[in-house]
């Protein structure tokens, strides 16, 4: 009776306020509703809402006790125990994330190490050696997120310009991280001309505090671009004149560039390389075991180090990015956009090619983008490929160079910079012949050519042995075979010099081992490649070619001679 004697306003305020009795929550109604609305984001019931807030409690908990780990072990470190600290920290990385690990790791080495009184040469070198230690154990993104986190701390605290030791303390743990093999030179060579570029008193002793820690190896391996350096700090010294009210700092700077220069170490006052050298025997011992590769040195600049967030960080083997556009200016957007437009032509060429990974992808978009064959020498070696992954540059570049309709010497050239490079290369690149060889009946005629210009081009190098047809039975060859030995060895004799002649054939003599191949090659010149050219050459080609076979008969008979007598 009472609802019915009621307005209907009041009738569905009624009901509103009984539904909130009940525990229901009306739409449109209520702060959280109404803002979420004006934030324009999706409600969070309150049950929800506390189930996220419980899982972030615990999350900081976490975080919390991993820190509190990780302090521990810091605070025990020494160098009699860094193996065992090492082992533990590699323990924790193992049971935890490897952000948080980083994360955690970084903040606690920043607490301990930058002070705003100067640090300890012996401690500072102690935990610097640590992150070596896990950077070669664990992986490159250990070192890289120290030295990019410590990089950026030390450029926001120098453009403040502050006196503090913390900036001495950030300049000489990043110095260590060069001295234990985290990085290489370039970024502390970037550091020293930004030093230089602009010459205040605090510049100067920044200058003479890296040099004096790091100064000596920086000239081992990069002596070009110290003098580059000094030569550039003595033109600002001159050009300051009286600038410095105190002369006597610029002076001690410009003699001990002088010192490094001419590798002169007495001339440094305090300059010990003993802790150093000590720690770094330390460090082979307890990393020559581990799996990591043979150079897990960061090749990084200041300028790539400070636009991470931006540009990616490309020096961290399979590191995401999900960036903000790199490049905003319309320029560069517009160059942008021709390059996706090439790529994706590339692209379907690979495809089309059947290239079915991504490494074989990579490596195929770097042949056909290379500007020549040592550009795509670099860019392919800058592809960091493992060992096993790098045979595929080889069977990329074979297959690529066979499905060209005329030769192309791109490939022949580039082959052999790979061979020059390292002798695994020239193995898997003897294997694939091989594979070929086997295979010579179900080649088409342009790509048994391309395979006879690629062949000889590589003997003729000496980026491959002739003894790379000890394979080839001499006993049982059928036309194919023949007409393929006939090209390649023709190519040899008629193009190479006498001397190289001689000194190709001469290593099949040199080997005992290859009594077969020797019988087979003279053999095979002296009856299948002369019948073949008497009947299809002139007279004058045919006489030279005479010349050439008994000059390669001789060269391969020498060392059987020799023995004779």
């Keep these: 009776d009472q609802d019915l004697g009621k307005k209907p306003e009041e009738h569905k305020a009624s009901e509103q306020e009984q539904g909130c009795e009940k525990g229901q929550v009306p739409l449109g109604s209520g702060d959280n509703a109404m803002h979420a609305e004006e934030q324009g984001s999706k409600y969070i019931p309150p049950h929800l809402r506390q189930a996220s807030q419980a899982e972030d409690a615990k999350r900081r908990e976490e975080l919390q006790r991993l820190k509190k780990s990780v302090k521990g072990l810091l605070n025990r470190l020494s160098e009699p125990n860094m193996a065992s600290i090492s082992g533990q920290l590699e323990e924790l990385y193992m049971s935890n994330s490897r952000k948080d690990m980083n994360e955690t790791l970084t903040q606690v080495l920043m607490d301990a190490c930058i002070t705003p009184a100067r640090m300890p040469d012996r401690l500072m070198m102690e935990h610097v050696l640590l992150v070596s230690i896990l950077h070669h154990t664990v992986g490159i993104e250990v070192g890289a997120h120290v030295l990019e986190t410590t990089v950026k701390a030390f450029h926001d605290l120098y453009q403040k310009n502050t006196e503090s030791k913390e900036c001495d303390n950030l300049l000489i743990l990043i110095g260590h991280l060069y001295n234990f093999h985290v990085m290489e030179c370039p970024l502390l060579f970037d550091i020293l001309k930004k030093l230089v570029s602009t010459f205040t008193e605090i510049d100067i002793e920044l200058v003479l505090l890296l040099l004096k820690n790091v100064g000596f190896s920086l000239r081992k391996d990069d002596a070009l671009a110290l003098k580059e350096l000094i030569s550039e700090a003595q033109t600002k010294a001159s050009e300051a004149g009286k600038k410095f009210q105190d002369q006597t700092r610029v002076k001690f700077m410009l003699e001990t560039m002088l010192a490094l220069k001419n590798n002169d170490m007495r001339k440094i006052p305090g300059y010990d390389p003993e802790p150093v050298e000590k720690l ?286």
């Excluded at 999900?322 to 560069?332: E, Y």
């Excluded at 192309?408 to 061979?419: D, H, T």
């Excluded at 290369?425 to 179900?442: E, I, P």
């Excluded at 002649?501 to 003279?522: D, Y």
């Design 280 to 565: 770094r025997k330390l460090q082979r011992s307890l990393v020559h075991g581990s799996k990591s590769g043979s150079d897990t040195r960061l090749r990084v600049s200041l300028e790539n180090l400070l636009a991470a967030d931006k540009v990616g960080r490309w020096w961290i083997v399979g590191s995401s990015w999900s960036g903000a556009p790199m490049i905003d200016s319309s320029a560069n957007k517009s160059q942008q956009l021709a390059i996706g437009k090439v790529s994706s032509k590339i692209m379907d060429l690979a495809r089309k090619q059947r290239m079915n990974t991504d490494i074989r992808r990579n490596i195929f978009c770097v042949l056909m983008t290379s500007e020549d064959y040592l550009d795509a020498f670099e860019k392919l070696l800058k592809l960091g490929l493992k060992e096993h992954q790098e045979r595929e540059i080889v069977h990329v570049l074979i297959d690529c160079c066979f499905q060209e309709k005329v030769f192309n010497p791109f490939y022949a050239f580039l082959a052999s910079k790979f061979c020059e490079y390292d002798r695994r290369f020239q193995m898997t690149f003897q294997f694939s012949m091989w594979d070929k060889f086997r295979d010579l009946g179900s080649l088409s005629a342009a790509t048994l050519s391309n395979l006879v210009s690629l062949l000889s081009h590589l003997i003729k190098s000496k980026s491959l042995p002739l003894s790379i047809f000890k394979t080839i039975e001499f006993s049982e060859l059928d036309k194919i075979k023949v007409s393929f030995l006939r090209q390649v060895l023709n190519q040899l004799l008629m193009d190479l010099e006498a001397e190289d002649l001689v000194q190709i054939f001469g290593k099949v003599s040199e080997n005992p081992k290859l009594g077969i191949l020797r019988e087979g090659l003279k053999l095979f010149l002296t009856h299948f490649l002369l019948k073949g050219a008497r009947e299809q050459k002139g007279k004058e080609d045919s006489d030279v070619l005479i010349q050439r076979v008994d000059l390669a008969v001789r060269a391969l008979q020498s060392k059987e001679n020799r023995l004779r007598l």
